[in-house]
């Protein structure tokens, strides 16, 4: 009897053990580890900001004088004009002028947004369609200066024998150089792509020789240096900036505006005051203090003399209604 009460024991201890093996959870397999793949080093490319991302001006403190948001192109910031007038205004008017300089498409679509109180830019057809847009009430002539295409000494496009931007362009594209686009929507930038547009050309990144940065004009200019390429630049921001630019020479633009045998590289800029019955958060007013300001005959006269005592030539030259009018000839 004690026997059998054992066996029927041990069968139920091992009918318990095999349901207890079965409800066990099974075993996870340690994850296979990839082979490690080679570290591939490519070059890093550069792109453009997105488009949607514009910059902002900074809030003014409660208390602070009264702020004037200029949005502006990157070559009056560059050359250093900006910083040798504005103080003029600044105490002129009791106020603090916020810049922000960036290519002039940026700065066009931050006055669009009610973004800024007047801008200083450089693109005439786009100032003329924010005119007619109703975003400003009117432009006004500031100054100009001219565009000139920089490359390396070699000169490997031979470049410097062109008649023209166009020739110069179409040398370099055949000879495959390295050009580098401010690729930035600037005033610069739009003046490049029409130069490619009168040669049937829209520039794209499969071309391996074009390199589209995404940057201002001082970035663009160190890049072309660095990299012994071919670029696009208004003659202001290039001789502010020739000191760290040893690499580069002017193919095609002479050594001042005068030289320029190509006359549609000339680069006039505007001054427009953003509209307050589009836009009624900004100062209008003031504004138009500023563009009264910027185009009398006394602040156009100074910066006609911006860049003599240093480069021998002006950076920029004034052109407003009331300068042409004091100086006809």
């Known amino acids: 009897m004690q026997n059998r009460s054992l066996s029927v024991f041990m069968l139920l201890l091992l009918i318990a053990s095999f349901v207890l093996s079965a409800c066990a959870p099974a075993a996870t397999p340690s994850p296979t580890q990839p082979p490690a793949q080679p570290t591939q080093l490519t070059a890093a490319q550069p792109t453009a900001p997105a488009a949607a991302t514009l910059p902002s001006f900074p809030t003014a403190a409660p208390g602070d004088p009264v702020h004037l948001r200029l949005a502006t192109t990157t070559s009056t910031a560059d050359s250093g004009l900006l910083d040798n007038i504005l103080p003029d205004f600044e105490k002129v008017c009791n106020c603090k002028v916020d810049v922000v300089a960036v290519g002039t498409g940026q700065a066009i679509a931050i006055g669009q947004k009610g973004d800024a109180d007047v801008l200083l830019v450089h693109a005439r057809k786009s100032e003329d369609q924010f005119v007619a847009d109703k975003d400003a ?26 008649a ?66 071919y ?93 042409k009018a004091a100086h006809p000839n």
């Open 164 to 229: 023209s931007a166009k020739d110069a362009f179409k040398a370099i594209m055949d000879s495959q150089s390295t050009f580098a686009s401010r690729g930035d929507k600037s005033g610069t930038n739009t003046k490049e792509l029409s130069i490619w547009s009168s040669l049937g050309i829209t520039p794209t990144k499969d071309m391996a020789w074009y390199k589209s940065l995404g940057q201002g004009m001082g970035e663009t200019l160190i890049f072309a240096n660095e990299q012994n390429a």
């Open 137 to 162: 009430r009117e432009r006004f002539d500031v100054m100009y200066n001219d565009f000139i295409i920089l490359g390396p000494k070699a000169d490997p496009a031979k470049a410097a024998s062109a």
């Open 231 to 323: 670029t696009l630049s208004d003659r202001g921001t290039y001789l502010s900036m020739k000191d760290k630019l040893p690499n580069l020479i002017i193919v095609l633009g002479g050594n001042t505006l005068a030289e320029n045998k190509d006359k549609s590289l000339l680069n006039p800029y505007g001054v427009l005051a953003v509209n307050p019955d589009k836009h009624p958060g900004v100062k209008f007013d003031l504004a138009m203090q500023f563009v009264k300001w910027i185009t009398s005959v006394d602040e156009q006269q100074k910066i006609n003399d911006y860049g003599k005592d240093k480069f021998g030539q002006s950076l920029f030259y004034p052109s407003s209604v009331e300068w």
